[in-house]
């Protein structure tokens, strides 16, 4: 019994770490990008987390780990979904929106799995959890307008919350797409799809900066965010990640994502040390999102012991 509390115990620290690895993302992506291109931002960035994953994959389970089994294609669909989808459309949200609306709309992950499964499978979420849903869907459209949907409409807040809900999507579509995988460690199946992945980001930004879109980082401008993007590499790319499926090994898939809850309010305690300011229609949307998540996880859990 003592040793499963210990379990616990250091399960709930990995995923704090993997909160305040992943709550400080979008901060200092939204810093980055204010000097670097997104496109490249992405490709420098998964470049070198790849290389990483890649060799603690070798040293761990060996050369055979990097056959793909037949299953080629479906990883690098998934990876480029993925990794491309989500990096590319959350770093230019940033550049139209606020951090902290990034990171909100993002939070909707776990009720756009549950719908997903729905379309998909047929499984019909329960009543609770729909109005959990239908609450933080609200929730995010009174932030991300701030009670005024035609103000949202200026300044691009409305388009970088669309890409944002856009880089939802391709990552829950990557978290959907692990049970073909089924056999594959967690390391295995972050890094056979991180590599096409990040091939993807590569050709992408290329294409990009030939179409006069993208524009490659200079030297000085690396110089000048280089703790940004090292930000990006080491805690969010990887101490994040591996502190992420330690911990939920540990832990099971509901208290991590109860935990990882905390994510919007470790953004929006950024900001507001930033000095940035919220209207009340703000700060009630924010509480409502996480208070419907927080209350569907709860009920889930319930469900789950019953």
Not at 93 to 110: I, P
Not at 115 to 133: E, I, N, Q, S, Y
Not at 225 to 244: H, K, P
Request: aromatic letters at 10%; glycine letters at 10%.
């Amino acid at each position: 019994m003592a040793l499963r509390r210990d379990r616990f115990a250091a399960g709930v620290l990995l995923l704090l770490v993997t909160v305040l690895s992943w709550g400080g993302t979008f901060p200092v992506g939204k810093s980055a990008v204010s000097g670097l291109d997104p496109y490249w931002l992405g490709a420098i960035r998964y470049l070198f987390t790849a290389s990483f994953f890649a060799a603690v994959l070798a040293l761990t389970e060996g050369p055979r780990a990097f056959r793909y089994e037949g299953r080629f294609a479906a990883a690098a669909a998934i990876g480029v979904i993925g990794f491309c989808g989500f990096n590319l459309l959350a770093f230019i949200a940033l550049q139209y929106t606020r951090a902290e609306h990034v990171a909100l709309v993002n939070a909707l992950q776990a009720p756009m799995t549950a719908l997903a499964h729905w379309v998909w499978r047929g499984a019909r979420p329960a009543r609770f959890t729909l109005a959990c849903m239908a609450t933080a869907f609200v929730g995010v459209s009174l932030v991300v307008t701030r009670g005024d949907p035609a103000a949202a409409l200026q300044g691009g807040s409305l388009v970088g919350a669309v890409l944002a809900l856009g880089a939802a999507v391709s990552w829950v579509t990557y978290v959907l797409g692990v049970v073909k995988f089924s056999g594959f460690s967690a390391l295995r199946y972050t890094t056979l799809t991180c590599l096409p992945g990040t091939l993807g980001l590569l050709v992408i930004a290329a294409a990009a900066t030939a179409a006069g879109v993208a524009h490659p980082p200079g030297a000085a401008a690396l110089h000048q965010f280089r703790w940004e993007v090292a930000y990006l590499i080491v805690f969010t790319g990887i101490v994040g990640v591996l502190c992420w499926n330690a911990g939920i090994q540990r832990v099971g898939p509901l208290d991590a994502v109860l935990l990882a809850n905390l994510i919007p309010i470790v953004v929006f305690a950024i900001a507001a040390l930033q000095g940035t300011r919220f209207a009340p229609v703000e700060v009630g949307g924010a509480a409502l999102v996480i208070g419907a998540l927080v209350a569907n996880n709860l009920y889930l859990r319930r469900a789950a012991g019953k």
